[in-house]
């Protein structure tokens, strides 16, 4: 079993600063991307922020510039901070990773359940 499990998200007003953590455990041999994405009402899933291993990152346009992904490879952990919140940034965040759970095992792609991030005065 492998878990992804968010904390951070809740209510922001407009201007503010967000910081969501993620944390992975369970059966896992090995990460190779951790971040974020999110899917607002009636959109599509988006990326926000990914991060490798070797600390290669990338953006989605509505994060760049106002967003830094993080990673604690011992801990396997995934930390995003995004500032200058709009409120069209409201959404759910979902962690993702993609991960093998032994040395001889594919990699698979893993997503946690969601935390809430309402920006609104």
């Known amino acids: 079993q492998v878990q992804l499990v968010e904390s951070g998200g809740g209510l922001v007003q407009p201007g503010g600063s967000l910081r969501l953590s993620c944390a992975a455990s369970g059966s896992i041999f090995s990460i190779n991307t951790m971040g974020w994405f999110r899917q607002a009402p009636g959109k599509q899933r988006e990326l926000v922020a990914i991060?490798?291993?070797?600390?290669?990152?990338n953006y989605g346009d509505s994060a760049k510039g106002r967003s830094t992904v993080s990673r604690d490879n011992a801990k396997n952990t995934v930390v995003l901070q995004m500032n200058s919140l709009k409120p069209e940034d409201t959404a759910p965040y979902y962690c993702?990773?993609?991960?093998?759970?032994?040395?001889?095992?594919?990699?698979?792609?893993?997503w946690g359940q969601g935390t809430q991030v309402t920006v609104s005065s």
């Open positions: 991060i490798t291993s070797g600390g290669s990152t």
């Open positions: 993702y990773a993609v991960l093998r759970r032994t040395e001889v095992s594919p990699w698979n792609a893993y």
